[in-house]
């Protein structure tokens, strides 16, 4: 079935460092999502890409989707403590029914 | 409040029980889903539902029941619990074409 490769598994920065997590896909993707969990916590929902070379911000945060809606980015400018957790890209179908994710990019930040 | 709530949080079984994971969600949200986390396997779908008595199975339902006589609650059943099914378990709801799903807090499960 169709798979995402994300990459890094794990990423170690100095606060202020930027940082970035991308995934991977074989195949054309619909959409993608992005989710964010913090240790001991529970994924939470940050933004959906839908469209070829889509590119969204939120404050620190910038999410690609590549040309061939194949592959993603997520980069944080200027790492922060708070940022600490693991990243997680997702993405359904066209009738968005199914969900799947990710492996997760574990991201530290030492302060 | 509204929101989705998982029970119990913790649950240790042994080999062969039935363990069953509850579900219940306040905001009328179509679909809902059942996840477990594993390290170095992300999440991993287990069974969705898109409406009430719609179920359908994820990437590793084996092993797992769902019903949905409510809307509002999706719970999971492990009839024969093994110790491979020793894992974080996650509920999530949505109206999916947003992307946007909204997970429980999780229910860690041990099988002895």
């Known amino acids: 079935g169709q798979q995402v490769m994300q990459i890094p598994q794990y990423q170690h920065v100095q606060e202020g460092e930027d940082f970035t997590t991308y995934c991977n896909s074989s195949?054309?993707?619909?959409?993608i999502q992005w989710y964010k969990q913090r240790p001991g916590g529970h994924p939470v929902f940050l933004i959906q890409?839908?469209?070829?070379?889509e590119v969204k911000k939120q404050k620190r945060l910038t999410f690609q989707f590549g040309e061939a809606k194949k592959n993603s980015s997520l980069h944080i400018t200027a790492t922060q403590t708070t940022d600490v957790g693991t990243y997680f890209c997702a993405f359904s179908g066209d009738n968005f029914n199914k969900f799947y994710f990710g492996s997760g990019t574990k991201l530290n930040v030492k302060p | 409040d509204a929101g989705i709530t998982q029970s119990p949080r913790y649950k240790i079984t042994e080999t062969g029980r039935q363990v069953t994971l509850m579900c219940h969600q306040t905001w009328s949200h179509s679909y809902m889903f059942w996840y477990r986390q594993d390290l170095g396997h992300g999440l991993r779908l287990i069974y969705y539902s898109a409406a009430a008595d719609i179920t359908d199975k994820g990437e590793v339902p084996d092993g797992y029941v769902v019903s949905r006589s409510k809307t509002e609650n999706f719970p999971l059943t492990l009839e024969s619990a093994t110790r491979s099914q020793t894992s974080v378990y996650f509920c999530a709801s949505g109206e999916t074409n947003t992307g946007e799903l909204f997970f429980g807090e999780g229910s860690r499960l041990t099988v002895l």
């Open positions: 195949t054309t993707l619909s959409n």
């Open positions: 890409l839908v469209k070829s070379g």
